[in-house]
């Protein structure tokens, strides 16, 4: 499926800056299904809470912002998986299905995922994974909008714990506190939330459910833009890491978060109805949580042997412990103030 967009840029005011937009120009067009974007630079007019639709609300231009501030960063080149996941049709002949995939050399992924449907149903999947060699948290932008409903989640996932110990917490998540309260404050907690899933969740995370209003959108827009911006500069920073076994430590904290992500992940149950189940699995193994067979060998039930069943399978359910926890379980300073995620 092929996206004719076409990508706004300002005015060059130098030769330096004409060939930044040609190299921008150059990188869209690599990207077949994000090849040439159009994104209104005027601000939203102001309308009523609660709509009723969204037609004028879309996830296109985070996507633009994400890669056009990537590129003031690092060089990205398109992955393989760009090309293999680029076809992608829905079985109603009338939902599009958007990808995008690229990496560079300190990241190991980076993807995209965008849905657009009937009834002004939207989805963005949207991640960033280094490369081992690093042990920057993964970005993680997982946002669904019907007409009248929005559910998001935005963070940057921890690659190791930040609840039980705190050196991982305070190199990477002490300094991007006061961004969290900021957003936590603007977009509330979502209520219940799983244990299993917290233990993916860092201090900052935001997880909220709003009505669709273009207020909110708008706030979420900007915590999209401060949380990726505050990612790349992490990126920016991180020291290669030459140590093998916090080289083995970080493949396999990334390896156990995306095994747990392509078995448990909510989203799969739209995808089967959009792709057929094949094609879902394909999709989700190989290209949202790409990775589950080259970073580790370790199976599902290794790391959580409390879903195996009778019969040895993976239980269904989306939680096994049973707990939950129906307010932000994290003070001001990143402590964790909820009681014991087990």
């Not at 209003?213 to 706030?219: A, K, R």
Request: proline share 5%.
């Amino acid at each position: 499926m092929e996206i004719l967009v076409s990508l706004v840029l300002k005015p060059a005011e130098s030769e330096r800056e004409r060939e930044k937009e040609r190299e921008m120009e150059c990188l869209f067009r690599r990207s077949s299904s994000f090849g040439k974007m159009k994104l209104d630079p005027s601000p939203y007019p102001p309308q009523k809470r609660c709509l009723s639709r969204n037609a004028a609300f879309s996830y296109q231009k985070f996507i633009q912002f994400a890669l056009e501030e990537t590129q003031l960063h690092t060089q990205l080149i398109p992955s393989p998986l760009q090309e293999h996941y680029r076809h992608l049709k829905a079985i109603d002949g009338k939902t599009k299905l958007q990808t995008l995939a690229f990496q560079s050399s300190k990241i190991r992924l980076y993807r995209g995922l965008i849905i657009e449907g009937d009834n002004a149903m939207q989805v963005l999947d949207f991640a960033l994974f280094p490369e081992p060699e690093y042990d920057v948290p993964i970005f993680c932008a997982s946002f669904f909008t019907a007409s009248n409903t929005n559910v998001v989640v935005l963070d940057l996932n921890p690659l190791h714990d930040v609840i039980d110990t705190e050196d991982y917490k305070a190199k990477y998540y002490k300094n991007l506190m006061p961004l969290g309260q900021k957003y936590a404050e603007l977009l509330p907690w979502g209520s219940k939330i799983t244990g299993e899933s917290l233990g993916f969740f860092s201090p900052i995370v935001i997880w909220s459910k709003f009505c669709s209003d273009q207020h909110l959108h708008d706030i979420l827009f900007a915590a999209f833009k401060e949380y990726f911006k505050a990612w790349l500069q992490l990126m920016d920073q991180a020291k290669v890491e030459t140590n093998a076994s916090q080289l083995h430590r970080n493949c396999e904290a990334q390896h156990k978060y995306l095994i747990w992500r392509a078995e448990k992940d909510p989203g799969h149950q739209l995808l089967k109805k959009l792709l057929g189940e094949s094609l879902a699995q394909d999709l989700v193994w190989n290209f949202l949580f790409n990775g589950v067979n080259t970073l580790g060998s370790k199976s599902f039930l290794d790391y959580f042997p409390e879903y195996r069943c009778v019969d040895g399978s993976i239980s269904k359910k989306r939680s096994i412990i049973g707990k939950s926890f129906e307010n932000r379980p994290w003070d001001a300073k990143g402590n964790f103030i909820g009681a014991n995620i087990r």
